[in-house]
C-alpha cells in the first residue's frame, strides 16, 4: 500500500471490542507463528516481518493509536492503551502491527516543520523508514538529561554536530537519528539541548558498535547502538521544534508512552501466566502435578493479584490522560511498579518451568531479559520514584486522589 493510499483510508471507525479482538486474533494467530524466526536478525526474519506488516494493512490494523491525519487509525488515548495489552503480548506486536514509532512519531508531529513532516513523518508512519534517539551518553549519566556533553555548532546555514551516544536503539536500521545536543551552552541548565534530526547517512556519522545485552545480539527491531557524530553537517533546518527546548520535547515524547509500555508490559504478565499455567497443569512430581501444590498455587495466585493490579491502575493513568492531565504522577507510579509486577509475574513463570524457563525453549526466557530492561529505559526506577516523592511532598504534601 502507498502511503498517499495509506492516509486516505486511515480512520478506524470499527466498534471497539471487534477491533480488540481482530487485534488479539493477529498477533494469536500470525505473529506468535513467527516469533522463533524473527528473533533471529536475517534477510528471512526482515521478509517475515514484512509479510505481517503488509497483512496487518490488509487487515486494517496498521497504527491503529496513530492520529488519522499522519496516517493512523486515529483511536482514542484510551483505546489505544487498551490495544497496547494486546499488542504487547508478542515482543514483535508493535512492529507488525506499526505502533513501534509511535514516540517519534508524535514528536514528529508535535515539532516538525511542514518539510519535516512531508520527509520523515509520513514514511516512518507507514513504517518505510525507521527511526532513533540519542538522548543517553556513555560518558554521562543519562537520568539526567541537563549532564549531556554532546554539541551542535551553527556555521552559517548548518549545525556542526558532535555527538557520542550510546543505547541509541534501532540506530543501525534507522534512517534518521534525533540527536540531543547542547546549541545554547551559556543558557540555564534546561535550555541548553537542542533537537535535530540527523540522516544516518550524513558524513561523520558512524555506528561503533551494536551492544550486547544480557546474552542478546543483534535484533531485526533494531540493535542498541553506540553511535559517533564527527563534525556531522546538515541543514539548519534540521533542527527540530525551537532552540533549546530539546529538555522539553524528549520529556514530552517519553510521558504517555510510557502508559502503552505498561500496557504492553500487561500483555506480556497475561501471556506469562497462562505460559505457567499450562505447564503446571502437565508437569508431575512427588506425587502429584505442579497445579495440585500449595507453593504452586501461591505463585499463581499472586500473578493474578499482580495483573489485576497493574491493569487497574494503567487504566486509571490513561483515564487522568483522557481528562486533560498530563498525569506526570500516575505515569511514574506505573511505570516504577509495573516494571517490577512484569518482572515477579515472569519470573514466576520461569520457576515454574525449571531449567526449561531459561531456555529459548518457551518465549520466557526473552520475557524475562526484556523486563529487566523495563526498570532502566525511559528512566530508572530510582529517578521516577524521586519525583513521585517530590510531587507529594513539595506540590500537594498528599496523593492526589486522598
Ligand atoms: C533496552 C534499552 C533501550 C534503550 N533505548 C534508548 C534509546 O533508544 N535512546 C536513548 O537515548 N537511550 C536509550 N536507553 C538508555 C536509557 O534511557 C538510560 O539507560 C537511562 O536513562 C539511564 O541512564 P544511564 O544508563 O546513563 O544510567 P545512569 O544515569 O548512570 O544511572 C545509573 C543508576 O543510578 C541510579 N540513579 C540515577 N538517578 C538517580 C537518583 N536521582 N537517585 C538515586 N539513584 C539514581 C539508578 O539506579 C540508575 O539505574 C535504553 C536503555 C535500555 C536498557
Known amino acids: 500500500m502507498t502511503n498517499t493510499e495509506l492516509r486516505e483510508s486511515t480512520q478506524n471507525t470499527e466498534p471497539f471490542d471487534e477491533l480488540k479482538a481482530r487485534v488479539k486474533d493477529f498477533i494469536e494467530g500470525e505473529v506468535y507463528d513467527a516469533e522463533d524466526e524473527l528473533d533471529e536478525a536475517t534477510d528471512a526474519s526482515v521478509a517475515r516481518m514484512q509479510q505481517l506488516k503488509d497483512e496487518a494493512k490488509r487487515r486494517g490494523l496498521w497504527a491503529l493509536g496513530h492520529p488519522a491525519d499522519i496516517g493512523g487509525g486515529g483511536r482514542t488515548f484510551m483505546e ?43 514514511p516512518l508512519v507507514a513504517a518505510d523508514i525507521r527511526s532513533s534517539v540519542g538522548l543517553t551518553e556513555p560518558d554521562v549519566a543519562g ?52 533537537a535535530i534530526i540527523v540522516p544516518t547517512d550524513s558524513s561523520g556519522y558512524e555506528v561503533v558498535r551494536s551492544v550486547p545485552t544480557l546474552g542478546s545480539g543483534h535484533s531485526i527491531t533494531g540493535d542498541h547502538c553506540e553511535i559517533r557524530l564527527t563534525n556531522v553537517r546538515v541543514p539548519a533546518s534540521n533542527l527540530l521544534g525551537e532552540r533549546g527546548q530539546g529538555f522539553v520535547i524528549g520529556q514530552r515524547r517519553l510521558g504517555p508512552g510510557r502508559i502503552f509500555h505498561a500496557m504492553r508490559w500487561l500483555g506480556q504478565m497475561e501471556r ?131
Open 272 to 402: 506469562a501466566f497462562e505460559i505457567m499455567v499450562a505447564r503446571a497443569k502437565v508437569r508431575y512430581v512427588h506425587g502429584s502435578l505442579l497445579i495440585e501444590k500449595g507453593q504452586i498455587q501461591g505463585m499463581i495466585a499472586e500473578s493474578a493479584m499482580d495483573i489485576f493490579y497493574h491493569r487497574a491502575a494503567v487504566i486509571a493513568a490513561a483515564e487522568a490522560v483522557d481528562r486533560g492531565s498530563m498525569a506526570r504522577m500516575e505515569i511514574a507510579l506505573v511505570k516504577v511498579r509495573g516494571a517490577k509486577l512484569l518482572h515477579d509475574t515472569v519470573d514466576r513463570a520461569v520457576q515454574v518451568h525449571g531449567a526449561m524457563g531459561v531456555t529459548p525453549d518457551t518465549p520466557l526466557e526473552a520475557m524475562y531479559r526484556r523486563a529487566r530492561y523495563a526498570r532502566i529505559y525511559d528512566g530508572p526506577d530510582e529517578v521516577h520514584r524521586e519525583s513521585v516523592a517530590k510531587m507529594v511532598t513539595k506540590d500537594i504534601g498528599r496523593v492526589p486522589w486522598a
Open 80 to 122: 489505544t492503551a487498551l490495544l497496547n495489552e494486546v499488542i504487547g503480548r508478542s515482543y514483535y506486536g508493535q512492529n507488525a502491527l506499526g505502533t513501534w514509532s509511535m514516540q517519534d512519531s508524535l514528536m514528529l508531529r508535535e515539532n516538525a516543520s511542514d518539510e519535516q513532516r512531508e520527509r520523515w513523518l509520513t
Open 143 to 194: 537520568s539526567d538529561p541537563t549532564l549531556i556533553a554532546s554539541t551542535a555548532v551553527l556555521d552559517g546555514d548548518e549545525w556542526v554536530i558532535n555527538a557520542h551516544k550510546w543505547f541509541t536503539t534501532g540506530a543501525n536500521i534507522a534512517a534518521f537519528t534525533t540527536i540531543f545536543a547542547i546549541t545554547d551552552p551559556d543558557a540555564e541548565p534546561h535550555s541548553r539541548v537542542s
